[in-house]
């Protein structure tokens, strides 16, 4: 009996690791999901971590860019005519990804949750098994 239950067990743990990984915007962005799909990403305990750390490391990344430097003549020219864009990397990379609301604190507070209604679902669920 208990190799069926193992079996079970590891298609569920497949299935929610797609789940995590697929909406966790890293792959697919957020702002490219369909309006209908909007909301998976919050079920997602991988969505909150990237979007953390993402927004922790790339908030603040700014570029300095020498336009005569560059090779490519229509980067160069993109360069002189639009060099506040060239300088906001790491906000463009937040805002195309969709982890430009970030907030570190609440990200935390979720991520702590998530472990927590876990732990509290997996002893209950020990406890019904051993009556």
């Known amino acids: 009996v208990w190799h069926r239950n193992l079996h079970v067990a590891n298609v569920v743990v497949g299935f929610l690791l797609a789940w995590c ?9 957020v702002s490219a999901l369909p309006a209908w799909w909007q909301w998976s ?12 750390l993402f927004y922790t490391i790339l908030s603040k990344k700014v570029v300095e ?3 005569d430097a560059l090779e490519d003549v229509t980067v160069r020219l993109a360069c002189v005519l639009q060099p506040d864009t060239f300088a906001a990397v790491g906000e463009t990379a937040l805002e195309r990804t969709g982890y430009s609301n970030a907030n570190l604190w609440l990200d935390l507070l ?16 020990v406890a019904w098994r051993n009556k």
């Open 21 to 29: 990984v697929l909406f966790s915007g890293l792959f697919v962005y």
């Open 41 to 52: 990403p919050w079920t997602s305990p991988a969505y909150f971590t990237l979007r953390s």
């Open 65 to 67: 860019v020498d336009c």
């Open 110 to 125: 979720v991520l702590f949750a998530f472990h927590a209604a876990c732990r509290a679902l997996f002893g209950l669920l």
